[in-house]
């Protein structure tokens, strides 16, 4: 059974990127009846915050996607110091004792030019021994096999044959000057000791698996498979970054727009992962029935926002389709913690009542604040005399046909059929089209020409209400002709 991992730094909030690669672990790991663990690589004490953890901690939280073992690197320090003594030990790293150390130590390869410092890497042991017992600093780098191996080749599950010359990996360090195990060293030695069969990651670490594997390879551990996921870009093409793009890159701003869970996981998939068959609208156990890794794509996916936007067309469309599959009772739920975030007295009996009437109107959950408003506030704003008035009608037919309403409905039976039979009568007896009295009546009770069905807006806000907000309507709406 294969046993996969997500491993985020504590140094920012879950980014989306994130959020993705810990959901196809999680699928990989539930389609193959695996393992799903969850680690912190939190090994980076300068960078690491508490409220960085409380947010990776709040995004999976909400995702609702659970995990099998929970394991946090700062608590395996031990493990990782022990398995870079054996590698040490066995000739394959050495010391480097180079001056100014603690500012080379990670030096990388990046310019081209830096592999080793050849004093360092064929100092003696016995040189090399002396002057650690003598207490000087020094880094421990893994000494790549450059005269015996050509180059480090592995097969990614998405992105197919790699390879790197040896000649192109510097001598990368393992422990730095404070004794403490680089990303490299710890993220090897506990994929190592727990076992991990699959590493499925960002294509920005694909470089660093070469190294990896080199490691393992010191360690006499089989490494594991790697799959590459692609990256999530912006809409200019470029990386989605936490400082160049803001809270558009973070799980939370999602959740706090409104968005389901199971929706957005939906949406998440859908970047760089496709099942093959066209389908977009699925619910999680479809994604666990349907995810493999074949099915991941090579390039890059675009997550689409604009400044005035921060959510994909695609995402909120998504929403909307899992939001009308909902049962009316879970989709009320769902919305009174942001009914009443907006300010509204909502009780969870009137949510439900008022539910079925919007669903088909919102596309996020907080777009009850604006579709279901006119149901809980005890006055409307000022009409707008404009609207009252039935298309091709004048001020005095719409005074006329409220004034009509209003007594109709003094008396009307408040169900659907008996105010749809009154306000039929009524229209009849004005010898009026019947939208021409529903859009008055309309406007005058929700102060909006758009809103839910009519008859059962007026069930739900009640006579009293009704009443009140006509005989407002009435007084606003001035005699004669209005252009």
Same mark, same amino acid.
């Given at each position: 059974?294969?046993?996969?991992?997500?491993?985020?730094?504590?140094?920012?909030?879950?980014?989306?990127?994130?959020?993705?690669?810990?959901?196809?672990?999680?699928?990989?790991?539930?389609?193959?009846?695996?393992?799903?663990?969850?680690?912190?690589?939190?090994?980076?004490?300068?960078?690491?915050?508490?409220?960085?953890?409380?947010?990776?901690?709040?995004?999976?939280?909400?995702?609702?996607?659970?995990?099998?073992?929970?394991?946090?690197?700062?608590?395996?320090?031990?493990?990782?110091?022990?398995?870079?003594?054996?590698?040490?030990?066995?000739?394959?790293?050495?010391?480097?004792?180079?001056?100014?150390?603690?500012?080379?130590?990670?030096?990388?390869?990046?310019?081209?030019?830096?592999?080793?410092?050849?004093?360092?890497?064929?100092?003696?042991?016995?040189?090399?021994?002396?002057?650690?017992?003598?207490?000087?600093?020094?880094?421990?780098?893994?000494?790549?096999?450059?005269?015996?191996?050509?180059?480090?080749?592995?097969?990614?599950?998405?992105?197919?044959?790699?390879?790197?010359?040896?000649?192109?990996?510097?001598?990368?360090?393992?422990?730095?000057?404070?004794?403490?195990?680089?990303?490299?060293?710890?993220?090897?030695?506990?994929?190592?000791?727990?076992?991990?069969?699959?590493?499925?990651?960002?294509?920005?670490?694909?470089?660093?698996?070469?190294?990896?594997?080199?490691?393992?390879?010191?360690?006499?551990?089989?490494?594991?498979?790697?799959?590459?996921?692609?990256?999530?870009?912006?809409?200019?093409?470029?990386?989605?970054?936490?400082?160049?793009?803001?809270?558009?890159?973070?799980?939370?701003?999602?959740?706090?727009?409104?968005?389901?869970?199971?929706?957005?996981?939906?949406?998440?998939?859908?970047?760089?992962?496709?099942?093959?068959?066209?389908?977009?609208?699925?619910?999680?156990?479809?994604?666990?029935?349907?995810? /493999? +890794?074949?099915? %991941?794509?090579?390039?890059?996916?675009?997550?689409?926002?604009? =400044?005035?936007? !921060? #959510? @994909?067309?695609?995402?909120?469309?998504?929403?909307?389709?899992?939001?009308?599959?909902?049962?009316?009772?879970?989709?009320?739920?769902?919305?009174?913690?942001?009914?009443?975030?907006?300010?509204?007295?909502?009780?969870?009996?009137?949510?439900?009542?008022?539910?079925?009437?919007?669903?088909?109107?919102?596309? /996020? +959950?907080?777009? %009850?604040?604006?579709?279901?408003?006119?149901?809980?506030?005890? =006055?409307?704003? !000022? #009409? @707008?005399?404009?609207?009252?008035?039935?298309?091709?009608?004048?001020?005095?037919?719409?005074?006329?046909?409220?004034?009509?309403?209003?007594?109709?409905?003094?008396?009307?039976?408040?169900?659907?059929?008996?105010?749809?039979?009154?306000?039929?009568?009524?229209?009849?007896?004005?010898?009026?089209?019947?939208?021409?009295?529903?859009?008055?009546?309309?406007?005058?009770?929700?102060?909006?020409?758009?809103?839910?069905?009519?008859?059962?807006?007026?069930?739900?806000?009640?006579?009293?209400?009704?009443?009140?907000?006509?005989?407002?309507?009435?007084?606003?709406?001035?005699?004669?002709?209005?252009?």
């Amino acid at each position: 059974m294969p046993r996969v991992r997500f491993a985020p730094s504590p140094t920012g909030y879950l980014h989306i990127g994130s959020a993705r690669t810990f959901i196809f672990n999680w699928l990989y790991a539930r389609h193959n009846q695996g393992t799903m663990i969850l680690r912190i690589d939190d090994t980076d004490v300068e960078r690491n915050t508490q409220t960085s953890l409380d947010s990776i901690y709040d995004g999976l939280k909400w995702l609702d996607l659970n995990w099998d073992e929970f394991y946090r690197q700062s608590e395996r320090l031990d493990l990782h110091r022990r398995m870079a003594r054996e590698i040490l030990d066995k000739g394959l790293a050495y010391r480097d004792f180079s001056p100014m150390v603690a500012e080379i130590e990670e030096k990388s390869h990046e310019d081209g030019h830096w592999l080793f410092n050849p004093e360092m890497r064929g100092m003696s042991t016995e040189e090399s021994d002396r002057k650690a017992a003598a207490g000087e600093p020094f880094v421990v780098r893994f000494k790549v096999p450059r005269e015996s191996r050509e180059a480090v080749e592995f097969t990614d599950l998405v992105y197919g044959e790699q390879s790197k010359a040896t000649a192109d990996i510097e001598d990368f360090a393992l422990l730095r000057s404070n004794g403490m195990p680089t990303y490299h060293m710890a993220s090897c030695a506990d994929d190592a000791d727990l076992t991990i069969s699959h590493v499925i990651r960002g294509q920005d670490h694909l470089t660093n698996t070469f190294k990896h594997i080199l490691i393992f390879e010191a360690l006499g551990v089989k490494p594991p498979e790697f799959a590459h996921l692609p990256l999530l870009i912006a809409p200019d093409g470029a990386k989605l970054s936490k400082r160049k793009h803001g809270p558009v890159v973070s799980v939370t701003t999602y959740r706090d727009g409104g968005f389901l869970p199971h929706s957005y996981v939906n949406f998440l998939c859908l970047l760089g992962w496709s099942p093959k068959n066209d389908r977009e609208v699925m619910s999680r156990e479809e994604l666990v029935a349907a995810f /493999t +890794l074949e099915g %991941v794509n090579r390039p890059n996916a675009t997550v689409n926002f604009t =400044e005035e936007d !921060p #959510y @994909d067309p695609k995402a909120t469309w998504l929403n909307a389709e899992h939001l009308r599959a909902l049962p009316i009772e879970e989709l009320a739920a769902q919305l009174l913690p942001f009914a009443r975030a907006a300010g509204f007295d909502a009780s969870p009996e009137k949510m439900l009542a008022i539910t079925p009437l919007i669903r088909e109107r919102i596309r /996020t +959950l907080r777009e %009850v604040a604006t579709t279901a408003d006119f149901f809980f506030a005890d =006055e409307l704003p !000022p #009409y @707008d005399s404009n609207e009252l008035i039935p298309q091709k009608g004048d001020a005095r037919m719409a005074l006329a046909v409220l004034e009509k309403a209003t007594e109709v409905l003094k008396s009307a039976e408040f169900t659907h059929d008996g105010l749809d039979a009154a306000l039929r009568a009524a229209a009849t007896d004005m010898k009026v089209k019947t939208g021409q009295m529903y859009q008055p009546v309309r406007v005058a009770v929700c102060g909006r020409k758009v809103a839910p069905p009519l008859f059962e807006t007026l069930i739900v806000l009640g006579r009293e209400t009704c009443l009140h907000r006509m005989e407002r309507a009435i007084e606003q709406l001035p005699a004669g002709e209005i252009s």
